[in-house]
């Protein structure tokens, strides 16, 4: 790493710890808790970051490489005294890089003459079942499966090579050993363990892993192909839009997800707006969807760019599997797995663009597309906006909060204050004017934690991560106190 | 911004000068004005997703799905135009020069632009078949300069018509600040021809307007716009390229297909859409032999138009 210059094009495909409800993770044991995030960035590269456990808690020995990513220091720790006062947080610590690797080079289509850029859209980490990770990784074409695992023994006393490897010369071997493992210094190793080609036309834009722990789904713009983590060389096709005739386009794919239990079900959304719910037991080729979540549009509000505000960005199913999020262009949407008629919960994330869409249009960021995410809890969802906000929701009273993700206005440890957006009436000290909105700072990718309130925010090539400090449980953070 | 809901009340506003007064008139241009900003930022958003189709990534693929979307607003706008009987002008327009000049229709369109600029100086209705093509005369940019002729053509009842407009009147179209956000909800009107020459004052001093502001960039254009001009009237189509782009299917660039639904953008899939910024079908062609050549042109050319 290192390269400063590359880390600017970073626009991290960002994913997080992936701690399902199978992996033994006891939050009672904090000294076995590895807590791993992964960013991917426009490079190929792909940071794991590590959560120091508080037995560990020195001063870490990587963060000259953190900096390069992360101007500020780890944005995120406590010291130990308040830990011990707030108790439960036991594990609490800094998030410092793990490991880094090349996940994915540039490629060059020879048949279409065109580049295969080597940015990573997603990465989803699979459920830990021993002591190392795997990780999926995926740009336009390829899927990689990557193994990471740690080595803190190394054999040594080999009797016909010496320490660095080199064969011994014969003759200076007086007496024989038997190689005994001894403790090394921490090393991290990346492997590439598949490598899923060949699946797709056109760019993959989703990868899921599924519940049951041996397959995943990968969708594209028009297809979605299902894999088994062990085989690369077939995977079978379960979702198939592409017209006969490719001038009567006019829907694509946009995400996919299976569901967190159930791994028969899976979720894909449009640039229509709807989201459709396939099971895979009615049919090998899920075209036909089980249940179509779709809500009607607004005649008195129809416009030119109706139907690109209404393409679905990104999809997630909540926690306990009864709750689709979706985000479109300006609203955060919850929508109840057994009600497809419309959602249950509309969020405006930034409705003062709405009177902007032209403008937004002609810089292409009505393009744009951003992420939503669960808390643990399914109690709150967050999403992200433009001049380095992002949106938190509760969804038991509704509200809303505005942060930001800006170094030059937040310092480590210090609480987020939450931001206003002046929209008229009374204007207050810290607002920000609509026209002052910086577009090209966009928060699309983010993550939180499946357990506690930790998120992790992707701002550019800039990674920050907040936490809750007061109730750092499962419940709802405490919005407008203490959040680091 | 554009609703489609409500229905103008042209036709109310165009009986009554008849019966009222100077009230009736003044609110009826007031209306014409409004109707005619809306066709105006209609065309405008036209032009724009026209550009953004055509403009793209040359190395990579361009995105599916933002191709996809642009492309429904495009036949959106051309649905509502149809309605409204713009679009009929403008494919009237075109065959009409169709059956003038030897080279196909779609290679007119940015003949279109220009000859109807000229002549609208000297007043004249008919295009007379001028053989400036765009070097990347794609389909999209085909149709860009087909909507901007179609208003032009409209414009040409005016005589207020500025006669430096030929140029001007292109990097006018692309410069338009879309403003409309504090526009009036548009309403929709059942003839925008008529209405267009009836409030040719204004909508000719907003063009002018444009025009000004935007004299420098004129020459520029111009300049960017000469390039445009092929050098040899009717060249032979290159055989070599020819070859090379014989399996791409020649109806992509179909007049009709490209004016009536505007079908085969969205087929500009990852392979297509480069091609058909790099390629043009053996029939149409007139400037493929200039058209390798001027890609690099087209990017210094597009940053020129956007940026404006």
């Known amino acids: 790493m290192g390269e400063d210059t590359e880390s600017s094009k970073g626009n991290h495909s960002f994913l997080r710890d992936y701690v399902t409800e199978a992996d033994v993770i006891s939050t009672v044991d904090s000294t076995t808790q590895e807590n791993l995030l992964a960013t991917g960035d426009k490079g190929g590269r792909v940071v794991v970051f590590q959560r120091e456990t508080v037995s560990s808690l020195l001063p870490p020995t990587s963060s000259h490489l953190l900096s390069s990513l992360l101007p500020l220091p780890p944005l995120l720790s406590q010291p130990k005294g308040e830990l011990d006062q707030v108790g439960e947080t036991g594990e609490s610590g800094e998030y410092n890089v793990y490991s880094t690797f090349q996940s994915h080079e540039p490629d060059f289509d020879y048949l279409k003459s065109l580049e295969i850029e080597e940015k990573i859209n997603k990465i989803r980490w699979l459920p830990q079942q021993n002591a190392a990770h795997f990780l999926l990784s995926t740009n336009d074409k390829t899927i990689k499966l990557w193994k990471v695992s740690e080595r803190d023994k190394q054999p040594e006393g080999y009797n016909l090579k010496d320490e660095e490897g080199r064969v011994k010369d014969i003759s200076t071997v007086t007496s024989l050993q038997v190689p005994v493992l001894r403790p090394t210094d921490l090393m991290v190793e990346v492997r590439p363990r598949r490598v899923f080609s060949n699946g797709h036309t056109y760019h993959v834009n989703s990868i899921s892993v599924n519940s049951d722990g041996e397959t995943y789904l990968s969708a594209d713009d028009l297809r979605i192909n299902m894999w088994h983590l062990g085989i690369t060389d077939r995977s079978f096709n379960i979702v198939d839009i592409k017209p006969a005739n490719m001038e009567e386009l006019t829907e694509v794919i946009t995400a996919a997800e299976f569901h967190p239990h159930h791994c028969h079900l899976f979720v894909y959304s449009s640039s229509k707006g709807s989201l459709r719910l396939c099971d895979m037991r009615a049919s090998a080729l899920c075209d036909r969807h089980t249940k179509l979540f779709e809500e009607p549009e607004d005649p008195g509000s129809r416009s030119f760019f109706s139907e690109i505000v209404s393409s679905v960005s990104d999809v997630k199913f909540s926690h306990n599997g009864r709750y689709l999020l979706t985000r479109d262009y300006l609203t955060a949407k919850v929508w109840d797995l057994h009600m497809e008629k419309g959602p249950v919960e509309t969020y405006q994330v930034h409705d003062y663009l709405r009177t902007k869409l032209c403008s937004l249009y002609e810089n292409d960021c009505i393009f744009d597309k951003f992420e939503c995410v669960w808390n643990s809890s399914d109690s709150v969802i967050m999403t992200g906006a433009y001049n380095s906000f992002f949106r938190m929701f509760d969804r038991e009273t509704g509200r809303g909060v505005t942060l930001e993700a800006w170094r030059e206005t937040s310092k480590p440890r210090a609480v987020l204050r939450t931001r206003r957006i002046y929209t008229g009436g009374k204007r207050r000290r810290g607002d920000v004017g609509v026209d002052s909105l910086d577009f090209t700072k966009k928060i699309l990718h983010m993550a939180w934690h499946p357990e506690e309130n930790i998120i992790a925010i992707a701002s550019t090539n800039n990674l920050y991560i907040f936490q809750d400090r007061v109730s750092p449980d499962t419940q709802g953070p405490d919005l407008g106190s203490d959040t680091i | ?308």
């Open chain 2, 1 to 308: 911004m554009f609703p489609k809901g409500t229905k103008r009340k042209f036709s109310d506003s165009r009986e009554e000068p008849v019966a009222g007064g100077e009230d009736v008139n003044q609110s009826s241009l007031a209306a014409v004005r409004m109707l005619s900003s809306y066709s105006l930022q209609r065309q405008s958003l036209l032009d724009m997703s026209l550009i953004k189709l055509q403009l793209c990534h040359m190395l990579v693929e361009p995105n599916l799905c933002r191709s996809v979307l642009i492309a429904n607003t495009v036949r959106q706008i051309q649905e509502e135009m149809t309605q409204d009987g713009t679009w009929q002008i403008m494919t009237q327009a075109l065959s009409a020069a169709n059956a003038a000049a030897q080279c196909s229709a779609d290679r007119l369109v940015a003949t279109e632009v220009l000859c109807r600029q000229t002549e609208a100086a000297q007043g004249e209705q008919v295009p007379k078949p001028f053989p400036v093509v765009g070097s990347e005369g794609c389909p999209a940019e085909e149709v860009l300069e087909e909507e901007e002729a179609a208003a032009a053509e409209v414009g040409m009842t005016m005589s207020t018509v500025s006669p430096q407009a030929p140029t001007s009147y292109l990097p006018g179209t692309f410069g338009m600040d879309p403003c409309w956000e504090e526009e009036e909800t548009g309403e929709d009107d059942d003839d925008d021809e008529e209405e267009d020459s009836e409030e040719c004052g204004s909508g000719s001093e907003g063009e002018e307007r444009e025009r000004d502001s935007l004299v420098e960039d004129t020459r520029t254009a111009e300049q960017v716009f000469g390039t445009f001009e092929i050098k040899n009237p009717a060249p032979s189509p290159d055989p070599a390229l020819e070859e090379l782009f014989s399996d791409v299917d020649a109806s992509y660039y179909d007049l009709d297909t490209v004016l009536t639904g505007m079908q085969s953008v969205p087929k500009m899939g990852p392979y297509d859409l480069l091609e058909s910024l790099s390629s043009h079908g053996p029939s149409p062609l007139s400037s493929s032999t200039s058209c390798r050549s001027d890609l690099n042109e087209l990017d210094h050319i597009m940053e020129i138009i956007v940026g404006s």
